[in-house]
């Protein structure tokens, strides 16, 4: 195991989200389309015309960060739909990943033993893009 310092740790940027919906990537045996409520977005200004994370309002012309992520966990999830509703670990701070032709906006975190994986919850419903310290 390779040791990081505590300020190596304090770079990543861990966040709960909620799993909108999630689907099985066409001619890839491997990979699943996850849509990923991250909460709002941080208010920095943007500039027109710039690449961003899609986004949907909530009513109140606060912008929701909504990151498409692509996971290659579909061995272990024949039906993608029991994903739907789950919230978790997202590694938010990634760059963006192009695989199969679809970008890929973080990376969700989960724990994998000997022939098992399993998505890590929050034992209660808590508000999309808490951080996780």
């Given at each position: 195991?390779?040791?990081?310092?505590?300020?190596?740790?304090?770079?990543?940027?861990?966040?709960?989200?909620?799993?909108?919906?999630?689907?099985?990537?066409?001619?890839?045996?491997?990979?699943?389309?996850?849509?990923?409520?991250?909460?709002?977005?941080?208010?920095?200004?943007?500039?027109?015309?710039?690449?961003?994370?899609?986004?949907?309002?909530?009513?109140?012309?606060?912008?929701?960060?909504?990151?498409?992520?692509?996971?290659?966990?579909?061995?272990?999830?024949?039906?993608?739909?029991?994903?739907?509703g789950k919230q978790v670990p997202v590694?938010?701070?990634?760059?963006?990943?192009?695989?199969?032709?679809?970008?890929?906006?973080?990376?969700?975190?989960?724990?994998?033993?000997?022939?098992?994986?399993?998505?890590?919850?929050?034992?209660?419903?808590?508000?999309?893009?808490?951080?996780i310290q």
């Open positions: 195991m390779t040791e990081i310092t505590f300020d190596e740790f304090k770079k990543a940027e861990i966040k709960i989200g909620t799993i909108l919906s999630a689907e099985k990537v066409p001619d890839a045996d491997k990979l699943i389309k996850l849509m990923i409520n991250l909460g709002l977005k941080p208010s920095v200004p943007s500039t027109e015309g710039s690449p961003d994370h899609s986004s949907a309002t909530n009513g109140l012309g606060e912008e929701q960060d909504i990151r498409q992520i692509l996971s290659g966990i579909a061995m272990h999830y024949e039906d993608p739909s029991v994903l739907v590694l938010a701070n990634l760059p963006t990943r192009t695989i199969r032709g679809l970008e890929s906006q973080g990376m969700v975190l989960y724990a994998v033993g000997e022939g098992f994986l399993t998505t890590v919850n929050p034992d209660r419903e808590i508000p999309n893009g808490t951080p």
